[in-house]
């Protein structure tokens, strides 16, 4: 299926899609969204409002203006281990193959992380049998480094459960750091040569301010709450990610994928519905945010739409915010 597409507006209209991760891929731009289903259920801080059962992966022609949908590509009933919430995924290639990473829940209701494999970037993808062992929480999303190391950012708080692993274990109760403690940063694992596994125990991102202080746990509008991404320019890496409640995508540099990481300020302001979540990657020469909103169903929080939108940098490194409705009167 195709149709004419436009900047700021929805890529495709006859499903709902969110949280797009988009990467080239033998020089075709894929985005590998979330598909939110068009049914009702009961919204709540648990996320119990996002249920999603599968993943249709999507494709834009050279100029950007048609956009495929290429169908399922994985589904929650082929998925041994996990029991609900196909939650955020990344895909990435390596030796020959495709990697699609996504969370959901396990059979105790606890998030992980799993990976599924094709030999196509559209799928379909066959998943691994069991979660990656190690892997909590939501929203991977996986760099490729030019050194040949992959690493996958991921944690999500509230929903996300990220507040539930600061012992290293599942602690059902636990609440999260108070607000002047630093705040609980993305975790980052290195990935195993073959895709599937961590090299070693994830450890935790810290994000400073100008000062070198860490972002505290009550500064919303600066600190991590979901949907990291990192991506690299001029040899920086760039983490960027949603602030949840103040429904930003902010972002902060570090010479170092693992960090300290400097905040540095915000890529998108708040667009329509609760959740935002993006995608930064560079197609021929130019650079491109990919993100969602509600729009298209109203506002309503767990059906949304990828859109896509050139992204500058200026000439000190920094990123330009990005109006998501520039033609608003
Ligand atoms: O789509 C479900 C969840 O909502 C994602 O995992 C989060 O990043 C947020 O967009």
Not at 80 to 101: E, H, T, V
Not at 231 to 253: C, E, F, M, Q
Request: hydrophobic letters at 30%.
């Amino acid at each position: 299926m195709s149709n004419p597409i436009k900047q700021n507006e929805p890529l495709v209209t006859h499903i709902y899609t969110a949280d797009p991760s988009a990467h080239v891929f033998e020089g075709k731009l894929y985005v590998y969204p979330s598909h939110d289903l068009d049914h009702v259920k009961e919204s709540n801080d648990n996320g119990d409002q996002y249920d999603m059962e599968d993943y249709h992966i999507l494709s834009l022609n050279e100029d950007l203006t048609e956009c495929e949908d290429h169908g399922e590509a994985l589904h929650l009933r082929d998925i041994p281990w996990a029991s609900q919430q196909l939650w955020a995924p990344d895909a990435a290639y390596k030796n020959g193959k495709y990697y699609l990473f996504f969370p959901a829940r396990d059979h105790d209701g606890i998030f992980r992380l799993g990976v599924a494999v094709s030999d196509t970037p559209a799928g379909p993808f066959k998943p691994e049998p069991n979660y990656i062992p190690g892997s909590f929480s939501i929203d991977p999303a996986v760099l490729c480094d030019d050194d040949g190391k992959s690493y996958v950012f991921f944690g999500g708080l509230w929903g996300g459960q990220l507040e539930k692993w600061q012992t290293g274990e599942f602690v059902a109760d636990a609440e999260g750091p108070a607000p002047t403690e630093p705040a609980l940063g993305p975790r980052v694992a290195e990935l195993t040569d073959d895709m599937l596994g961590f090299k070693g125990e994830a450890l935790e991102i810290s994000i400073l301010d100008e000062n070198g202080h860490p972002i505290t746990a009550g500064d919303e509008e600066r600190r991590y709450f979901e949907g990291p991404w990192v991506h690299k320019h001029n040899d920086l890496y760039y983490l960027s990610y949603s602030t949840g409640s103040t429904h930003r995508i902010v972002y902060a540099v570090s010479r170092n994928p693992l960090g300290p990481y400097e905040y540095k300020g915000t890529i998108l302001t708040p667009v329509i519905g609760w959740t935002t979540h993006h995608s930064i990657v560079q197609y021929q020469d130019k650079w491109y945010l990919f993100y969602h909103d509600s729009s298209l169903s109203g506002g309503a929080d767990n059906k949304r739409s990828v859109k896509f939108t050139e992204l500058f940098y200026e000439e000190d490194g920094t990123i330009r915010t990005i109006d998501p409705y520039p033609n608003k009167g």
